[in-house]
């Protein structure tokens, strides 16, 4: 029994009308995204990295082509004002540059510097070797299905969040 399988057990002695299965997944969800969440902090924090800063460089590398900053806020499901930190810092530490558009000043390019693609080309293997680790309790079968699975739930809650 874990802390979720405790909570519904509690909920159930004070609201047994309530149905809380949804509960044994999504709170296992919440709580697994955080614990994943931790390691990677702690993984990065060795390359002077945020879990933030490595998405922005992982959508740069998977784009292997210059993007606009909005494009990356929308990867990387960033506010602006919180991309705009991320690219300053970035910047800063010379991995990623910036470019104006000529045409329309406000309009930011974002490529990776050779020393931001050869950052992200050395810990991208280390981020996807922890996950891995985590999932080694998992046949290849049950790694998929779970995948699956949570693609299916993943798009219901997108789907609701664009509706607003």
Not at 15 to 35: E, F
Not at 67 to 80: K, V
Request: no cysteine; hydrophobic share 45%.
């Amino acid at each position: 029994m874990d802390a979720v399988d405790r909570a519904r057990a509690q909920w159930a002695a004070q609201h047994p009308d309530v149905d809380t299965s949804g509960m044994a997944v999504v709170a296992r969800v919440l709580r697994l995204a955080g614990l994943v969440g931790h390691d990677h902090e702690a993984g990065l924090a060795r390359h002077d990295l945020t879990l933030g800063e490595f998405e922005v460089l992982a959508a740069l590398r998977r784009a292997d082509a210059p993007l606009r900053a909005r494009e990356i806020a929308t990867l990387t499901s960033s506010p602006g004002a919180t991309l705009t930190k991320r690219l300053d810092r970035l910047h800063g530490a010379g991995l990623v540059e910036r470019r104006t558009f000529e045409r329309d000043r406000r309009g930011v390019l974002v490529t990776l510097s050779d020393q931001g693609r050869a950052l992200i080309d050395a810990v991208l293997p280390e981020h996807a070797a922890r996950e891995l680790d985590l999932l080694a309790d998992l046949s290849d079968d049950e790694r998929t299905t779970l995948a699956d699975l949570l693609a299916r739930v993943l798009a219901t809650a997108e789907t609701r969040a664009a509706r607003g």
